[in-house]
């Protein structure tokens, strides 16, 4: 959790306080009273939480070890998706992971949210919500039940909204500003990891019957694989729309020829550095020292990798599975190999 809670400062900023109380108060979210009473002392040692977070961490205590994971979650995938890229998700301040620059965690930190928090929901470890209460969906077959004890995305979707929103919600800057637009950009993007949750969420079943005969089926809603959030993101990461502040202070697509973005899609007001060498101002460690693809003309490959600079090659003794056998019933056997590997590496 703790280590966490910095990626809400990657998530985004903060100011003011009331609006995301307020509107919890206008769909109340069954404030549970055994976690507002001394609930202070844990709060007030998280480091990173907006006023309003702090409010929310206040009432919600029993949320805050699913809301760190749920941002160590978007984390790690943000270091999975990035994992060719020059830019791998780390920098040279962990209290800013994630940070640079329009896109890179905090859409996956908003989805993650959503994910940890609705599983919490169906597992009983929240006071305040249970399983999904969604409705029937309409091509559900007659004969098949509704209503096993399903991931609650409602409840996962609105309490994310609520706390990884409050962050900007709060701030005030002047429009037409870099910052306005910036923290537009942010809450758009959030929006965008929450709604690519609830999209990929489906209908599982379990079959019940003699012998397996599937005779009768209870369905109910559950998430999809966070990998599979991460896979959608990234390819919207790919296809982000540049954007740009028009003269009423409203983000607009710069390039008019391309269809408008969704609330579905993701957007960037400016583009990333290329991330090449150590930038203390952007949080980038450069990529000397990494590992790179000699055969490969992608990112990963060490021609754009190492930017040009050139690689190094060395000798790395590997260790691997090898010889697997499967044994009934029913488990693999697998001996470790050792070889040796040629390894390149960025000057």
């Not at 003309?297 to 040009?308: Q, R, S």
Request: aromatic share 8%; charged share 20%; proline share 3%.
């Amino acid at each position: 959790l703790y280590c966490s809670i910095p990626a809400f400062t990657v998530v985004n900023d903060l100011s003011s306080s009331s609006t995301s109380v307020k509107s919890l108060a206008m769909n109340p979210l069954l404030i549970p009273e055994a976690y507002i009473i001394g609930a202070q002392p844990l709060c007030s040692q998280l480091v990173g939480l907006s006023q309003g977070q702090k409010k929310l961490c206040q009432l919600y205590q029993d949320h805050m070890q699913y809301i760190g994971e749920g941002a160590k979650t978007g984390i790690r995938e943000c270091q999975y998706q990035f994992r060719h890229r020059r830019w791998n998700c780390s920098t040279v301040d962990n209290s800013s992971l994630c940070h640079w620059r329009a896109l890179s965690s905090l859409w996956l930190n908003a989805a993650g949210v959503v994910n940890a928090v609705s599983r919490a929901c169906r597992e009983g470890e929240l006071s305040s919500c249970g399983c999904s209460r969604a409705a029937r969906p309409k091509d559900l077959p007659r004969d098949w039940l509704w209503g096993g004890c399903g991931d609650n995305l409602n409840y996962g979707y609105r309490f994310s909204k609520e706390f990884v929103d409050a962050r900007e919600r709060e701030k005030s800057y002047p429009k037409g500003s870099y910052e306005s637009a910036r923290l537009m950009m942010n809450l758009h993007n959030n929006e965008a990891g929450r709604r690519t949750v609830s999209d990929l969420a489906h209908v599982s079943c379990k079959c019940h019957g003699v012998s397996g005969s599937c005779s009768l089926k209870t369905c109910w809603l559950q998430l999809a694989d966070f990998r599979k959030v991460g896979d959608a993101l990234k390819e919207k990461y790919d296809s982000a729309a540049a954007m740009k502040l028009n003269t009423r202070g409203k983000l607009v697509q710069m390039h008019s020829k391309f269809n408008a973005p969704t609330s579905h899609d993701l957007v960037y007001i400016e583009s990333s550095p290329d991330y090449c060498l150590k930038n203390q101002s952007t949080g980038s460690l450069g990529t000397v020292g990494r590992l790179c693809n000699k055969t490969s003309e992608g990112m990963d490959g060490c021609e754009l990798m190492c930017c040009g600079r050139g690689y190094d090659q060395y000798k790395a003794q590997i260790v691997e599975r090898c010889h697997c056998k499967f044994h009934w019933c029913c488990y693999v056997k697998c001996k470790r190999c050792t070889k040796i590997v040629d390894q390149f590496v960025c000057k």
